[in-house]
């Protein structure tokens, strides 16, 4: 009911890491020969692990797309999920921008069209260890918070440049959803301090990006709530630090919308497990569209990552997990207090090093309101006497508005996605594959559409 977390982050940095040992700037036993039921592609892929801590036996699990074309001369964009602690597998890379996309029959993929592999070189991260695929041999681990994941994707990113070194001096965009509103800036941070120590092989940053209702339930119970609650400005609303009369009118709200609506995007029907992993196990098309989206590719996702055929083309559970694989990691005891944490001074931060950030929110999610986040943008301008230098108006995608956008002091940009949700390139994949292009190519947003209402 708050603006619990920033939503969508985007860092691009120029990297210099020194190289390690590899086959032609590539780490041949990662090398993903063919995924089982993968449709026939011109770019490579590689998947495995990174070891973060070699003496606690700690590795985050990666999977690297190449740009589709031209993979010599494209930036490298590394994608984060939220949660805290999903996965990057199941989220960016085999949902929203990655290359494939679960089969309805859950045993094999198809092509998406609108992959940010258009734009970029792709690598996704389980992070953190307990996240997918990724683990530690010390139990201890899984008690862990936002400093942590920071420090371990530091050492990744540093450790995986020695696997890749052909990518050490291209530039590089970090990017994520959701909690990842947390994770980006920290890193980005940790990334600052980490160029602090070093004369050489610094991280070079050159800019970032990220991310009232719909009439679902009544007036009154709206006004009860936002006069009832208590809400401090950018945290988790925890339902023990309110009142009765506010955790009543909450429980109202939540028995109207009920379990029929998808918070993450409103607009979309929702998917009957039980229903779907029946025709899983009968090898049956499980796809269910709804407004040209597939509402059932979680389930059909965890059934095809946990194929033990799929596992061995990946690379991936090397030591056999004593779990399945899932989207969202039940292993994790993540620090409650640390979603609470202010990231503001962070972005201030890394915008006092003249780095551009962008933040941009889908205008169907209710659990990342777009409002929250204009607001937040509003007054971090404010804060940093930013003036406004692209007055809010609509930007436009193939003739139609792509949503609306608004830029502060040449570094700071908010813009909306029309009809995007959470994930918003899983709801808008056109829209939101020209929002990145333009972001890495460093061009704003159009503001004119190039056809006209008499066309």
Not at 35 to 56: E, I, M, S, T
Not at 61 to 83: I, M, R, S
Not at 211 to 225: N, P
Request: one cysteine or more; hydrophobic letters at 40%.
């Amino acid at each position: 009911m708050g603006n619990r977390v920033l939503g969508w982050l985007l860092v691009v940095l120029v990297v210099v890491v020194n190289g390690g040992k590899t086959v032609n700037g590539y780490p041949i036993e990662d090398l993903v020969v063919n995924l089982p039921g993968q449709p026939r592609v011109g770019f490579r892929q590689f998947a495995g692990y990174v070891d973060v801590d070699v003496k606690a036996g700690r590795s985050l699990f990666y999977y690297f797309v190449e740009a589709e074309n031209d993979t010599n001369h494209k930036p490298l964009t590394l994608w984060l999920n939220g949660g805290p602690g999903c996965s990057s597998m199941g989220g960016g890379a085999f949902t929203e921008l990655g290359p494939f996309f679960p089969r309805g029959d859950g045993r094999a993929l198809s092509r998406n069209s609108m992959s940010w592999n258009k734009a970029s070189n792709l690598l996704f991260v389980e992070s953190p260890a307990g996240v997918g695929w990724s683990y530690s041999n010390t139990s201890s681990d899984y008690n862990t918070g936002d400093a942590a994941s920071a420090k371990d994707m530091l050492t990744f990113i540093v450790n995986w440049f020695k696997k890749f070194p052909e990518f050490k001096s291209r530039d590089l965009y970090l990017t994520g959803e959701s909690y990842a509103g947390h994770y980006i800036p920290q890193l980005a941070v940790a990334v600052l301090d980490h160029n602090a120590r070093l004369r050489t092989s610094k991280l070079n940053f050159k800019g970032v990006a990220f991310f009232w209702s719909h009439g679902m339930i009544s007036d009154e119970i709206g006004l009860a709530i936002m006069n009832q609650c208590n809400f401090e400005d950018y945290t988790f609303a925890s339902p023990h630090n309110e009142s009765d009369s506010c955790n009543n009118a909450i429980s109202q709200a939540n028995d109207i919308v009920g379990e029929y609506i998808n918070n993450y995007d409103v607009i979309l029907d929702i998917c009957y497990p039980s229903i779907v992993e029946q025709e899983l196990r009968l090898k049956k098309m499980a796809t269910k569209m709804s407004l040209g989206v597939d509402v059932c590719m979680s389930y059909e996702r965890k059934f095809y990552f946990n194929l033990p055929e799929v596992q061995k083309a990946l690379h991936a559970n090397r030591t056999n997990l004593p779990y399945e694989w899932n989207m969202c990691s039940g292993l994790l005891n993540y620090n409650d207090n640390d979603g609470n944490l202010n990231m503001l001074p962070l972005l201030k931060r890394i915008l006092s090093h003249r780095i551009r950030v962008w933040i941009f929110s889908g205008d169907q999610d209710s659990v990342v309101p777009l409002l929250g986040s204009r607001t937040l943008v509003r007054e971090l301008a404010h804060d940093l006497k930013y003036k406004t230098t692209v007055p809010y108006a609509a930007w436009f995608h193939k003739g139609q508005v792509g949503g609306w956008a608004t830029e502060y002091g040449n570094l700071l940009t908010f813009a909306t996605v029309r009809g995007a949700a959470h994930m918003v390139p899983y709801a808008q994949p056109s829209r939101a594959l020209h929002l990145f292009s333009s972001f890495i190519r460093g061009r704003r947003l159009p503001t004119t559409s190039k056809l006209s209402m008499g066309d």
